[in-house]
């Protein structure tokens, strides 16, 4: 009877880890966000384009393959956004606050990190404000994010 109770509760847990796994989601400062992952050159250049809005506890996470001077820019993006820098470590080293949507096509400004960065965050605007978010911040990956 025991072993069949173990049995069945070790049947539950590998049903349920897979499930709890799958939702990527990264910490900041103590703030839990779910994210979608941008880890491949078509998902980044996409990014959030054409999104008329994003929940509160939500972002998006780019990873590079390294760490190098980056810089994003709000082309065909309708929301504005925090873009969040991180290096290797996942230590934030560059913040873009509050960077207004652009529908200018090519035109649109890019918004650059001030060092090196192989991750970013981006959220809605005024988040990084709202927890108070300073450089040096580390960045706290679930188990569902496959970090290189």
């Known amino acids: 009877m025991r072993l069949a109770r173990l049995l069945l509760l070790a049947l539950l847990a590998s ?11 990264v910490e900041l400062d103590g703030h839990r966000y779910k994210v979608e992952i941008a880890d491949t050159d078509e998902a980044r250049a996409r990014g959030l384009m054409f999104r008329d809005s994003m929940d ?3 972002g998006m996470l780019f990873i ?3 760490e190098a001077p980056l810089a994003y820019w709000m ?7 925090d873009i969040l820098y991180f290096d290797d ?4 080293v560059s913040q873009q606050r509050d960077v207004p949507p652009c ?13 090196p960065a192989r ?10 404000q709202r927890i108070g978010l300073e450089d040096g ?12």
């Open 15 to 25: 049903l349920l880890l897979p499930a709890c796994a799958s939702d990527p989601w």
């Open 137 to 148: 911040a580390e960045l706290v990956f679930s188990p569902a994010i496959a970090a290189p």
């Open 89 to 92: 470590a996942r230590r934030l």
């Open 56 to 58: 509160a506890d939500r």
């Open 103 to 115: 529908s200018g096509g090519n035109r649109c400004p890019s918004y650059p990190s001030s060092a």
């Open 119 to 128: 991750y970013v965050l981006e959220l809605n605007a005024g988040e990084a």
């Open 75 to 81: 082309k065909n993006t309708r929301i504005a956004l």
């Open 64 to 66: 590079h393959d390294q």
